[in-house]
């Protein structure tokens, strides 16, 4: 009753946030990439947290009872299942940006994924980075019994964390979006659960673990990003200083 009454003050919240930010660049921004990307924010909100969330609610029996006959161990299971999810999430981002010029863009600014490219969003920007998330979730549901909608309110709050100390403190704001655009990643994955985790019941203070553990899981592989990203300068700095000084 909790969980369904924070989801309710949260969509709330929302509604209210987007629709503000949404009538104000409507009718006070000129730069035409501005406009179209609030216009594909709203797009996603329609396309993946509305439609989307209603599939998944309507389809989430017959979708179970499918999925749980797949011979994989629940813990395996889930992960895919959660990775699967995050690949048509940014299946829709990708799609919508690549329409930009449908929503009155004019440059190549207008978007919102790192790439036009599907297979660049996803292995070096996005997806990539949730697996952790989804492994560290996968160990929290072998220990606490999460309910399904546990599970998407905590993953949502998760990926607003991420989105924060990524992009900035503005996303916090944002929450009442992000909650439901990661949340929905991981309800049905979750669904298939329940039954197979022989996990114990869950506390209030599981959740607040649950909420900035899979955050940890993501260091490992940010830190490689990081030895990658500045091996990749290095050598280019190298290659630069051989050329200048064969030049010279």
Not at 93 to 103: K, R
Not at 106 to 120: P, V
Not at 128 to 135: D, G, H, Q, R, S
Not at 226 to 248: F, H, I, P
């Amino acid at each position: 009753m909790v969980v369904r009454r924070l989801l309710i003050a949260i969509s709330a919240w929302g509604v209210l946030t987007t629709s503000a930010v949404t009538v104000f660049i409507l009718t006070n921004e000129t730069n035409p990439d501005h406009r179209a990307i609030i216009k594909m924010g709203v797009a996603l909100i329609l396309i993946w947290c509305v439609l989307g969330g209603l599939a998944m609610r309507l389809l989430r029996d017959r979708f179970v009872r499918l999925v749980t006959r797949l011979p994989l161990g629940w813990r395996t299971r889930f992960v895919v299942l959660c990775i699967g999810f995050a690949l048509l999430e940014e299946a829709v981002t990708t799609s919508l940006t690549n329409l930009a010029p449908l929503f009155g863009a004019a440059t190549d600014a207008a978007r919102i994924t790192a790439s036009r490219n599907y297979f660049e969003v996803v292995l070096l920007n996005s997806v990539v980075a949730f697996v952790p998330m989804f492994l560290a979730w996968g160990w929290l549901l072998s220990r606490y019994d999460f309910r399904p909608a546990e599970v998407l309110l905590l993953f949502g709050l998760n990926g607003t964390l991420a989105e924060t100390l990524s992009f900035g403190p503005h996303n916090l704001i944002q929450v009442g979006m992000w909650v439901w655009v990661y949340g929905l990643m991981a309800y049905l994955p979750a669904c298939t659960t329940s039954e197979e985790s022989g996990a114990r019941p869950a506390r209030w203070y599981h959740g607040l673990t649950a909420v900035f553990l899979p955050l940890v899981f993501i260091v490992p592989l940010m830190l490689w990003l990081v030895w990658k990203a500045a091996a990749t300068a290095w050598k280019a700095l190298r290659s630069g200083r051989g050329k200048a000084g064969t030049m010279s």
